[in-house]
């Protein structure tokens, strides 16, 4: 289990999004509220943002966010529209290395999965390394099931030919499911393409994990965000429901629709 979390609306330091708020991701490091299966995401961290050409450029770190002596002035001097963040407490079957350190990234997206997959590397990876073309399949760097989510679900775009998100998402859910049968995964998936962030919060045979929407944040005058845990008390953040997903789009207000 992990805990993550996106920002999209007026640019802002990394240091507001990732370290300020009092219940931020580096507090939820040590301080999770709502993790089921850890105490601590001290195995990785990573954010992740788009540069002046449009492009998703990330920083991943295998070490625990708070020893990381490059981070609070990274933090303190990098401004970006839209943010996205990870805390990792890895899964065992996947060690904590950079390669498994999240967000992942190919030429137009981010992402990143705060869950797991139940018996993926013998029940589940084998059928989904045989649905990628050589191509997906040869950008795979680590051997988390996260990453092999990535993987399927731009599959899946490349199959339809069209960027139709929730389609693709419930495509992929549908396949973990065949896949997986009666074991459980759990499916809290972020993407975007730094226009529009996509968010889910589901799982099969299982709870879903924590997450949280809100775009009446006083910390965050004008921006939406999603989370796994709620960055601020008074922060008007509520609730997602189990199975829906959250589309944030810049000028809007969150999206929330079943899967």
Known sequence: MCRHAAYLGPAIPLQQFLIDPPHSLYTQSWAAKELKYARLNAD????????????????????PIWVDNNLPCLAASMTAPLWIGEIRSATIGNPVHAYNTQPFRDGRWLFVHNGYVRKFHEQVRPAVTAQLSPAIAADIR?????????????????????????????????????????????????????TTVYATRHAINHESPSLYVTDSDPLFPGAQLVASEAFSQDGGWQRVPEHHIVTLQAGGTPDVQPL
Do not use: H
């Open 44 to 63: 990785g961290f990573g954010f992740g943002w788009f540069n002046d050409r449009g492009e998703p450029a990330s920083y991943n770190c295998a070490a």
């Open 142 to 194: 680590g051997n988390t099931d996260s990453e092999y989510l990535f993987a399927l679900l731009r599959q899946f775009l490349q199959e339809d030919g069209s960027p139709d998100i929730v389609n693709a998402m419930r495509r992929l859910f549908e396949r973990i499911g065949e896949l997986a049968g009666s074991e459980e995964s759990l499916l809290n998936l972020i993407l975007t393409d730094g």
